[in-house]
């Protein structure tokens, strides 16, 4: 008999985080899964330590050389046999309960994928600083049908909204296979988001619950610290990969709404081109990129609300989650 679902962890050097994430996947509530790790040429022990389980639900693949998390995750994909696919990050972990909960909901609603709320969590840290709801611009009670629109208009980086493509939505094996909805290897950044709209451009019903039982960490080292200057080149080619499509080129409104999200975050060029050298100590070279453009500073004070609110939430104000 197939599993309900195959849980898929692509992972790359996180030998410190590894454990806790196929543990997490193997002390599901849900007990008919499998779990693929595919390890994307690590050169620590990551591999070593997803291989030294025992349990039979657990498989493991070892990538020839690196060829990325979007490779990996598309592999894993094939390898698949749940009827259902949940992506878990090698440096994040489960709630006990959640494919458990999010399958519930997820049958009751004849949904084809299912998005829950974050635990959002620093490195080191023991406890969440919040979840990603809550830093978001949107109140939610009940659960919400998204549409491709919404996330958007929702999801722009750089400006309050709800980063639902940070969400790791379970979603029905079948569904992405007639769809051939695929994550975009040659992208390297943004694939979660890039891979949640290609679903809702295909009619994927998808809902999101507000409840928790995600725990979603960044770190040092991880995607989520790459260059922001360097994350405006993988958006461009995202941009790009979409328009591209028959489904955006034939909906004026679909096409706006992504054109927009995308000029948005492009505006914030300028301002990434002065802070991250500022942040560095480059202050020479953050001057020159403030002479340049003088509008990185009108960006700056764009932003300050936020940044302030940001870190007052994270510093003083951390929520404890129960």
């Not at 080149?233 to 328009?243: D, H, I, N, P, T």
């Amino acid at each position: 008999m197939n599993p309900e679902v195959s849980i898929i962890i692509a992972a790359y050097n996180t030998e410190a985080y590894i454990s806790q994430a196929i543990e997490s996947a193997l002390k599901q509530t849900e007990k008919n899964i499998e779990v693929i790790v595919v390890d994307d040429g690590s050169s620590d022990d990551t591999a070593k330590i997803a291989k030294s389980y025992s349990d039979p639900r657990l498989k493991v693949f070892i990538n020839s050389q690196n060829f990325g998390q979007n490779y990996s995750l598309n592999y894993a994909i094939k390898k698949a046999t749940g009827k259902w696919i949940a992506t878990l990050d090698s440096d994040d972990w489960f709630a006990p309960e959640r494919l458990e909960k999010l399958l519930h909901c997820a049958y009751a609603e004849k949904a084809d994928m299912i998005a829950d709320d974050l635990y959002l969590i620093r490195d080191k840290d023991s406890q969440p600083w919040s979840t990603l709801l809550s830093e978001s611009k949107v109140h939610l009670t009940t659960i919400k049908h998204i549409e491709p629109i919404f996330l958007l208009e929702n999801d722009v980086p750089g400006h309050w909204g709800f980063s639902l493509g940070i969400t790791k939505p379970i979603f029905k094996r079948d569904f992405i296979i007639h769809n051939r909805v695929r994550y975009i290897e040659d992208i390297n950044f943004g694939g979660d988001f890039c891979f949640f709209l290609d679903c809702l451009l295909h009619k994927a019903k998808c809902l999101f619950i507000p409840k928790y039982y995600y725990f979603y960490r960044s770190r040092l080292g991880s995607l989520v610290t790459m260059s922001q200057v360097k994350r405006l080149e993988e958006y461009s080619k995202a941009k790009e990969y979409f328009l591209k499509q028959d489904i955006i080129k034939n909906n004026p409104k679909l096409s706006l709404a992504l054109s927009k999200r995308f000029d948005l975050i492009e505006r914030s060029r300028p301002y990434l081109q002065f802070i991250e050298p500022f942040k560095q100590g480059k202050l020479l070279t953050a001057l020159m990129e403030m002479l340049r453009n003088p509008y990185c500073l009108f960006y700056l004070i764009q932003q300050l609300p936020r940044i302030f609110l940001r870190r007052w939430h994270y510093y003083f104000a951390r929520k404890i989650i129960n």
